[in-house]
């Protein structure tokens, strides 16, 4: 099973293959619009600046699971990161990415690259750490999402290749991109 292989919902409710997407490098990452990370939509819109035309592509998943820092609307969302950064590259519906709720492509995404910590020199990783360590203890042995803005890098083949934690400097997610392409 790859990337391929799943379905997900545009902004206006209809199923969008991620087939259409094949032969493409893809980030896949979860969004919120009042986050401590939110600024990443500039570095994100950036990356996708610099190599859409080479066949990268950017898969923004709004989540409102982690503090309640997605709220509003589908549409709300989209306003926001139009407005406030200039973003371009696809957003869909918004979604869960834990949990029984979970939809099926982050259930496989986790599946495939697990949780494999924080960035130690990153400002906000005690603050997370202090924080889901009171919620789970055993929070470093799971594979699911931990926060906002958790990205995943697919090669053009749909196979899942890197996860990187929401603390991962911008500088190294887009050496691994420029790899794959």
């Known amino acids: 099973m790859n990337i391929y292989d799943f379905t997900v919902k545009a902004k206006n409710g209809t199923e969008v293959s991620l087939k259409d997407y094949e032969g493409k490098v893809l980030l896949i990452v979860n969004t919120a ?33 982690f503090g309640n820092q997605a709220p509003g609307t589908d549409e709300d969302i989209k306003q926001f990161c139009t407005l406030n950064y200039g973003v371009k590259y696809s957003q ?67 196979n899942v290749v890197e996860r990187f934690e929401p603390t991962e400097d911008m500088k190294h997610v887009e050496a691994k991109i420029k790899e794959l392409l």
């Open 92 to 158: 869909f519906s918004k979604i869960e990415v834990n949990g029984e709720n979970a939809i099926p492509l982050y259930k496989h995404l986790v599946s495939q690259k697990g949780f494999g910590g924080f960035d130690p020199n990153h400002k906000l990783t005690s603050v997370l750490e202090n924080l889901l360590g009171e919620a789970n203890p055993n929070f470093k042995n799971e594979p699911d999402i931990k926060w906002n803005f958790t990205k995943f890098l697919v090669d053009r083949a749909g």
């Open 33 to 65: 619009t009042e986050c401590g990370f939110t600024p990443q939509y500039e570095e994100l819109q950036k990356l996708y600046d610099q190599y859409a035309d080479k066949g990268f592509e950017i898969l923004d998943f709004p989540c409102n699971q």
